[in-house]
């Protein structure tokens, strides 16, 4: 008998998932078990879903010694009838006519009990939170906003492709990479520089990526529209609630674009992700709705109701200068903007997202394309609600020459990079993309507020567990 999915047990109409006699086969893991005299109840879920089907078992002498076996946690298989179930609150309901226990759950030492549990502990037994209600439903959001981003790249003719996770060179320039080696610590400690460097496996120093975005331009450059989507990885020592040591990126990159093409993108890419998440994930943003964020479906909504705000750097630090606030990072003309300021902006004054653009060439970094005042570069970032910063992108600088010089001004050496300048050589051409933190998504679309809650297995200083 084939199995039948919670999913689809607690969606069907007539019952007619199950065979004609109404025979089924569910398999899952039990959440809570109920005694009573002569029968049980079971709640079984499998992960399909945010609901558990319920199991009637009786005290019968060939279900019983399986029976006492099932506690919170144990995996089982379930043969029986589906009914029509008298409970309110439910369509259907199992009658068991034999069980399977296939691994049983220690009731006493089991961490996962039918009560709340804190965010904090929950990441101490990361490989079991998933079957949690509030866990399980975030995984099952990240795999839908996954299929959602390849779906909308895909739709508009965007080539999907693959970024090397072993690079020699720094994209962003800010020397915060893990460095990856195949020599033992010790017989690396007892070389000189040079015979060190001629011993690794690669001939030279080997870093995590920081960014697919440099190699994505030269596939732009050759296919027009092109998108990687996969795992980077920052050396930053940062314990803020916005910040992982291993995340996702989304990176598209287009050829002949400009920064208004670039901007319109990334809005669109925005909103078809929020609205396929209202569509096609409402039982678990419910959830989250309910008990993670009250305003979260309210905030999701708003993001749709109307235009994104785009404002030029310049006029974001006036508006801020004018507000009357008291930040902790105060603005001035040349200054970044950091999360409270982002957040003011489409959260209080705006009341919407807002792309800024035209940042000071001095803070963004070497690959922007320089403006015509030579003061700002052609880079914008996407703030939304709650989150600030979701996606930050430019036009790319497509002069060698001028390349070359921001290069020189920034003291980054032309020698590692002469493969990107090559690209600049050999027909050259205007084009544009950006970056989208996937986890940063998905706190956005779930309410979620710490990018550890959302991603199975959280890579940040000092833990690497699991």
Request: proline share 5%; net charge negative.
């Amino acid at each position: 008998m084939q199995r039948i999915r919670v999913k689809d047990i607690l969606s069907s109409d007539d019952g007619r998932v199950a065979g004609p006699d109404g025979a089924l086969l569910l398999k899952g893991w039990v959440r809570t078990r109920r005694d009573a005299k002569g029968f049980s109840f079971l709640e079984v879920n499998d992960g399909s879903c945010l609901g558990n089907v319920q199991v009637l078992v009786d005290h019968s002498p060939q279900l019983l010694p399986h029976l006492e076996r099932l506690n919170t946690g144990a995996a089982c298989a379930v043969e029986g009838q589906l009914v029509a179930s008298p409970a309110a609150g439910q369509k259907w309901e199992v009658r068991a006519s034999a069980l399977t226990v296939y691994g049983e759950a220690d009731a006493e030492t089991y961490p996962l009990q039918k009560k709340r549990h804190s965010d904090e502990f929950l990441r101490t037994i990361a490989h079991l939170r998933p079957r949690t209600n509030k866990y399980g439903a975030m995984l099952r959001v990240r795999s839908e906003m996954a299929l959602a981003v390849h779906s909308f790249f895909q739709s508009r003719g965007f080539a999907h492709i693959h970024a090397p996770i072993l690079t020699g060179s720094d994209c962003e320039g800010a020397g915060e990479m893990f460095r990856v080696s195949n020599l033992e610590p010790e017989k690396a400690a007892q070389l000189s520089p040079a015979d060190r460097e001629a011993a690794e496996f690669f001939g030279r120093p080997a870093n995590l990526t920081v960014s697919g975005q440099l190699e994505a331009e030269m596939l732009a450059l050759a296919l027009g529209d092109v998108y990687t989507f996969g795992p980077t990885f920052r050396a930053e020592n940062s314990n803020t609630p916005k910040h992982a040591a291993e995340f996702w990126m989304v990176e598209p990159e287009m050829a002949f674009a400009d920064l208004a093409e670039d901007m319109d993108l990334a809005e669109a890419l925005v909103c078809s992700l929020v609205r396929h998440a209202l569509t096609h994930c409402a039982e678990d943003l419910a959830l989250f709705g309910n008990f993670v964020d009250k305003t979260l479906l309210s905030t999701l909504n708003g993001i749709l109701d109307q235009p994104f705000l785009r404002l030029p750097h310049a006029e974001a630090i006036r508006v801020l200068q004018a507000s009357g606030r008291s930040f902790e990072f105060p603005v001035h003309a040349g200054s970044d903007l950091q999360t409270e300021h982002e957040r003011f902006l489409c959260e209080e004054h705006f009341k919407r997202p807002v792309i800024v653009y035209d940042y000071p060439k001095e803070i963004k970094a070497f690959y922007m394309r320089l403006n015509d005042d030579q003061a700002t570069v052609a880079a914008m970032d996407l703030l939304v609600p709650r989150i600030g910063e979701l996606v930050g992108g430019s036009q790319r600088e497509e002069r060698l020459d001028v390349l070359q010089a921001r290069m020189a001004e920034v003291g980054l050496p032309s020698e590692p990079y002469w493969w990107y300048l090559d690209s600049r050589r050999y027909g050259s051409a205007p084009h544009a993309g950006f970056g989208l933190g996937f986890e940063r998504l998905l706190m956005l679309v779930t309410g979620i507020a710490n990018i550890r809650d959302v991603i199975p297995f959280p890579r940040t200083p000092r833990n690497l567990e699991f």
